[in-house]
């Protein structure tokens, strides 16, 4: 192997595949991670007999990055099916794919998540996103995806119904703000994929990335206070001489003089419940669209992959992107929420776990599909990597590390040592 003192900041997604490319290079990096386990915003916990992603969290099988780095086939993907379940008090109704399911295509049709003209819409916008390059999408003007939504003649009916509380869900924000782009984006990939999750938790993705990490060294609970030029603090007081680094996480207050403004990001809580059986019975994310609703959508998880409970009962998700830090009976609140919608009494549900995820995206402008080498080197010796420079996504994750390290060996090889 190649002598390099090569670290990675970061045991996210982004570090993984930077590592994964120095490797193929004939590297032998470190990375550096503050927390005890690896994968970043992609985990999965256990509690009792049951797998518990950290946020609700989804691969689209169509992201090309993933594509690139994943086993699907060992990853034992379950994949959802393509729609959802519109959910209100005494009634629901589905939305589906009439261009993946052309069987669907009459349930579709008489719909009441929106007007005749919606599914005409829909059906073009599908079609249209489905034949259009990534590139491009990320080329074109961005506006906010509401506008976006009401320029492409969608009604109020099917964006109060389907798209908010559906791209609430992805985005975690309940005014569809985000970027065009993103929305095109994500659009597309539902659309030319599959939604799925590994029989196992989320948290299998970034374990069958570190599996191929073969001459990398890990060294968890160690936290990077600064970088200057190639010499990194550790909150430990030490420090570490590098050759070369790459950084994966936001630069401010790691950089001293890094002038750019600091990332933010957006929360959202999640909470799991345990019923006899499901509600639903079949693999299909449950949006609520009435705003007076704490719950933005629901799943149950076992109806996708039955091993994310192992004593037979039903796993659900329940998402909500609401501020609810200062509800002091949010369990029964949620409850009673999940009876009205359901017809189940609220006692029959089974709190399992909440989990607040503070930092679950990265509030982004300007969002990027690819970054010009140079923007990602800093220095001489540091280069940049982290979603937070393209997208927030799995693939933009990937895609930023797989293009810090490229840079990084750019420049090994034109100015070998």
Avoid: C
């Amino acid at each position: 192997m190649t002598e390099r003192r090569i670290y990675i900041v970061g045991a996210g997604v982004s570090g993984l595949v930077a590592a994964i490319e120095l490797e193929k290079a004939g590297y032998s990096p470190v990375i550096l991670e503050a927390s005890d386990h690896i994968g970043g915003r992609i985990r999965t916990l256990t509690k009792d007999a049951y797998l518990l992603d950290v946020g609700f969290q989804v691969l689209l099988t169509s992201y090309p990055e993933a594509q690139l780095y994943l086993n699907y086939e060992t990853l034992r993907l379950r994949k959802f099916q393509p729609g959802a379940v519109v959910f209100k008090p005494g009634d629901t109704f589905a939305i589906y794919d009439p261009l993946r399911n052309p069987f669907k295509l009459l349930n579709m049709a008489f719909s009441k998540v929106g007007t005749i003209f919606d599914k005409y819409r829909m059906f073009t916008l599908t079609k249209e996103l489905k034949e259009k390059q990534l590139e491009a999408i990320f080329l074109e003007p961005e506006i906010t995806t509401l506008q976006y939504l009401k320029i492409r003649g969608f009604s109020d009916k099917i964006i109060k119904y389907f798209f908010k509380p559906f791209f609430k869900g992805i985005f975690l924000e309940p005014y569809l703000e985000t970027s065009s782009r993103m929305f095109e984006f994500v659009f597309k990939m539902f659309a030319t994929g599959h939604a799925a999750i590994p029989e196992n938790g989320m948290g299998q993705i970034p374990k069958q990335l570190a599996a191929n990490l073969t001459q990398t060294t890990f060294r968890l609970n160690t936290k990077v206070t600064s970088i200057e030029k190639n010499v990194i603090r550790l909150e430990s007081g030490d420090t570490l001489t590098a050759d070369e680094i790459i950084l994966t996480v936001p630069p401010h207050g790691i950089l001293p003089n890094y002038t750019g403004a600091p990332v933010t990001y957006r929360k959202v809580t999640n909470m799991y419940f345990t019923l006899q059986k499901s509600f639903m019975a079949r693999p299909m994310i449950g949006l609520v669209p009435d705003e007076k609703y704490l719950i933005n959508n629901l799943l149950f998880l076992t109806d996708v992959s039955k091993e994310y409970a192992k004593d037979g009962r039903a796993l659900l998700s329940v998402s909500i992107i609401k501020d609810v830090s200062n509800e002091t009976n949010l369990v029964s609140q949620v409850a009673l929420e999940l009876e009205t919608l359901s017809g189940i009494l609220a006692e029959h549900f089974k709190h399992i776990e909440t989990i607040q995820v503070d930092k679950a995206l990265p509030v982004l402008n300007n969002i990027k599909y690819v970054l010009p080498a140079h923007h990602q080197q800093w220095n001489d010796h540091l280069f940049l990597a982290g979603d937070h420079l393209l997208n927030a996504s799995i693939n933009g994750a990937m895609a930023a590390g797989r293009k810090a390290a490229a840079a990084l060996l750019s420049n090994l090889h034109q100015h070998p040592v």
